[in-house]
């Protein structure tokens, strides 16, 4: 047996042969042509049939995945006709009277190189698409079929890595699940395994050979492992954990579209932690009501410098367009701790969780916090933006990034931007200071979410780091719930709303007392998001 480790994409367990997708690579030849005009003709007939093609694919990914994701489609053919990409095309075809499939290969090349070496993560996926849609076009130049080969019989796809055109192109019925050597959990393709609820893992990297095409495998989608020829003990362990996540599975897509709310008819609204855009899919696939905790820290752990305005703006925009309405919680920027990054430039400290982090650093470098505050007021014209402030301790913070606030709305008034005059503001409830003055602060927000994750830290005085410390850190210890009442009790008396977003929240054990402390709202991972229903369902 062979074991392989990547990263997963979505969980699930899928038992199967492994197809190895080869794709057609043609070697393009760089030939001469004599008629220049003809050529570019050939290659504008060729895009024509491409746009088409996109078309087609566009309203089977409607029907398949739904519009967010089938937007791709529309990109696709948005890049076909983008202007810079046709001049490279027809500059090389007539400058150097060549072939359009060498003029379009090389276009390919150094616009997909451009991209990858842009320093936003949305764009340098943008490198694959580019790829894509060239690849289309040259299908078409060449004549060769495109579309995947033929499956008999339902198996696990692996591949070096899988563009959405392609993804979505196969018989769904007879895809057990994918396994790439490459991409990220950023790509289309892994939203695209998600919403279409296939297990998946990525990243398994040279380990993964085309030559295991046709032998027996596993996906654990759980943990993220591939098991080529599986032996007797894995095999049975693997089936056992399949077909209780199928059982799982089956009884809590009933639960679809239902409300989330007791027997005796208390409702409480059930919404999704998400860290990136790709956990969009998962979100959606989950019925989640919203997303109650976006960890936007997560943009400036995968750059390698600060993001900027823009790329913020575009990434909160298209969560919030993605969700359609439903409510977005937004967290500025949770930086320090345990989530470093080099380029904020922090010092090294003894005690980095009582340290430099979070609104800390946003109050004391207002230009970086005036950068995210500017994107997010910016991106809140597209959807239902609320903005949430991590480790907040005092009134005095609060009313310091009001001010801030309004300095950002006047100076986005004065240069004609558009934005959200009033966007919903809430503060995240993790320090027993904030549950101590909680009062005072639900007179200054409209929401309160609890990061049970912290309080239990900070209350608890134990490292939620170290893993020594396992047996004494007990979320469920009596000061940590009577905070937790204590902050809901505050927030209602004041006339605002509060939640969890902390993994508590997703603690069946303890939906009851929840519902019982009138929480208006639990955050959960999106996966989690059913099997609260389901809990909330059950109680009385
Ligand atoms: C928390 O502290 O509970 C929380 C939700 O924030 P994070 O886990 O990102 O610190
Ligand atoms: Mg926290």
């Given at each position: ?7 997963s994409?979505?969980?699930?367990v ?22 220049v005009?003809?050529?570019w ?20 990914a ?10 791709i ?28 499939e060498y ?7 150094n ?6 070496a ?11 698409d ?30 070096d ?7 979505v ?21 892994a ?21 295991y ?47 989330n ?10 919404y ?6 790709s ?7 989950n ?23 823009e ?20 967290r500025?920027?949770d ?5 470093q990054?080099?380029y ?10 009582l340290?430099?982090?979070a609104?800390?650093i ?31 301790i ?6 310091k990034i ?9 100076e ?67 000061a ?13 008396a ?22 019982k ?8 991972s999106?996966?989690?998001?059913l ?10």
């Amino acid at each position: 047996m062979i074991t392989i480790s990547g990263k997963s994409v979505f969980g699930g367990v899928s038992i199967g042969k492994i197809l190895f997708y080869q794709r057609n690579d043609k070697a393009i030849k760089r030939e001469r042509v004599d008629d220049v005009d003809a050529e570019w003709k050939r290659f504008q007939d060729a895009k024509d049939t491409a746009v088409e093609q996109l078309k087609g694919l566009y309203e089977k990914a409607l029907e398949d995945v739904g519009e967010a994701n089938a937007m791709i489609f529309e990109i696709h053919q948005m890049m076909l006709e983008d202007l810079d990409y046709l001049e490279s095309i027809e500059n090389i075809i007539r400058t150097q009277e060549v072939n359009a499939e060498y003029a379009v290969a090389t276009t390919a090349d150094n616009f997909a190189a451009m991209f990858s070496a842009m320093e936003d993560a949305y764009m340098q996926g943008r490198a694959a698409d580019v790829k894509d849609v060239s690849e289309r076009v040259l299908n078409i130049l060449s004549g060769a079929d495109t579309g995947i080969r033929e499956m008999n019989e339902p198996c696990i796809i692996a591949a070096d890595d899988l563009a959405p055109s392609e993804t979505v192109q196969l018989d769904k019925s007879k895809v057990l699940g994918f396994a790439t050597m490459y991409g990220s959990s950023n790509s289309h393709t892994a939203i695209l395994a998600r919403t279409m609820n296939i297990p998946a893992v990525i990243g398994l990297g040279e380990d993964l050979k085309a030559e295991y095409n046709g032998k027996d495998a596993i996906i654990d989608g759980f943990t993220g492992t591939l098991y080529i020829e599986p032996d007797e003990e894995t095999m049975k362990a693997m089936q056992e954990k399949r077909a209780k996540d199928l059982e799982q599975r089956a009884l809590l897509e009933q639960l679809k579209g239902k409300e989330n709310v007791t027997k005796s008819g208390q409702k409480i609204n059930v919404y999704a932690n998400i860290g990136n855009v790709s956990d969009l899919g998962a979100v959606l696939k989950n019925d989640a009501g919203g997303i109650g905790l976006f960890r936007s820290e997560f943009l400036y752990l995968e750059n390698s410098d600060f993001p900027t305005e823009e790329q913020q703006f575009a990434v909160y925009k298209k969560v919030a367009e993605s969700m359609a309405g439903k409510k977005v919680i937004i967290r500025t920027l949770d930086i320090g701790a345990d989530k470093q990054v080099d380029y904020f430039g922090l010092d090294k400290e003894e005690n980095p969780a009582l340290g430099y982090r979070a609104i800390r650093i946003c109050l004391t470098r207002p230009e970086i916090f005036k950068t995210q505050l500017r994107a997010l007021y910016r991106a809140a014209v597209f959807g239902n933006i609320s903005i949430m402030f991590p480790m907040i301790i005092s009134v005095k913070e609060v009313q310091k990034i009001k001010e801030i606030i309004a300095e950002v709305k006047e100076e986005l008034k004065s240069e004609g931007i558009p934005y959200k005059e009033d966007v919903e503001l809430g503060i995240m409830i993790e320090t027993p200071a904030s549950v101590m003055v909680s009062r005072e602060l639900a007179k200054e927000v409209d929401f309160f979410s609890v990061g049970t994750n912290d309080l239990t830290q900070y209350t608890l005085a134990i490292d939620r780091q170290n893993s020594k410390l396992d047996e004494f850190y007990d979320p469920h210890h009596p000061a940590v719930l009577r905070m937790i009442r204590m902050a809901a009790e505050s927030a209602h008396a004041e006339g605002a709303w509060i939640g969890i977003c902390g993994e508590l929240g997703a603690d069946l054990e303890l939906t009851e007392e929840f519902l019982k402390m009138g929480l208006d709202e639990l955050s959960v991972s999106p996966s989690m998001v059913l099997p609260l229903r389901n809990r909330i369902r059950q109680c009385e």
